[in-house]
């Protein structure tokens, strides 16, 4: 069965530090890979989304996340953490055929140390 | 308007109340999805509109009953809910088809009383 396993809960950086959320998924064939941001009382915004090609996508905000198939991973970075970064992260992974299914991971919650 | 919409964003009702819940995606999508959010729970996919008709009902108690009119909006509609259900509700469309993920709108907070 599909599957995505955020293994961190919470975690807390100093602002300017470096950032990476883990994430890997459970899925058989060639996966569709999303990660989401949801900051307090907001829907979910796209970050960034891996089809196929290159295994280190760009998104917005400055964050970027790279595609380890040998790994089943998908984590997710950032070089310099801002204070605004504060929010919770989702990775989902989609399901092809039907309505385009995702399967979303719990989610990790980044709290931000001036 | 873009994106998606939803109303209100903020609810409070008592158990014997009926109220609805609003989306409206102005994307062209013909997929819609509800989501509900509760604190410390992962996401929960509620109900799933392709192409105007229900393909997923995950369980979802008949107190919540969705209504998809027509592609571009969305309706929950509450009656008898319990404290249990109050929550973040989140709704979503994407485009069958097409894996580029989900759009989704600001969410309604829900509040039981």
């Known amino acids: 069965a599909q599957s995505v396993t955020q293994p961190d809960i919470h975690i807390t950086v100093s602002e300017g530090a470096s950032l990476e959320l883990r994430c890997n998924y459970s899925?058989?064939?060639?996966?569709?890979l999303f990660w989401y941001v949801q900051s307090p009382g907001q829907g979910l915004q796209l970050l960034l989304k891996?089809?196929?090609?290159?295994?280190l996508v760009q998104g917005i905000k400055g964050f970027e996340a790279e595609f380890k198939r040998s790994q089943s991973s998908f984590n997710l970075r950032k070089p310099s953490v801002h204070w605004s970064d504060a929010a919770e992260y989702f990775c989902?992974?989609?399901?092809?055929?039907?309505?385009?299914?995702?399967?979303f991971g719990a989610g990790t919650r980044l709290a931000v140390h001036p | 308007e873009t994106g998606v919409t939803q109303t209100p964003r903020h609810l409070v009702m008592g158990m014997t109340n009926k109220k609805s819940l609003k989306c409206e995606q102005h994307?062209?999508?013909?997929?819609m999805y509800w989501y509900k959010q509760s604190a410390k729970k992962p996401l929960e996919l509620m109900f799933v509109?392709?192409?105007?008709?229900?393909?997923e009902n995950n369980s979802v108690p008949s107190r919540f009953s969705p209504e998809c009119p027509n592609s571009s909006h969305l309706f929950l509609h509450l009656h008898t809910l319990q404290p249990e259900d109050s929550a973040l509700y989140l709704c979503?469309?994407?485009?069958?088809?097409?894996?580029?993920?989900?759009?989704f709108g600001s969410g309604t907070r829900l509040t039981v009383v």
């Open positions: 979503a469309s994407s485009q069958v088809g097409v894996a580029m993920g989900y759009t």
């Open positions: 899925y058989g064939a060639t996966p569709y």
């Open positions: 891996y089809f196929s090609g290159d295994t």
């Open positions: 989902a992974v989609g399901v092809s055929g039907g309505y385009n299914k995702l399967i």
């Open positions: 994307l062209g999508h013909n997929a």
């Open positions: 509109y392709s192409l105007e008709e229900r393909v």
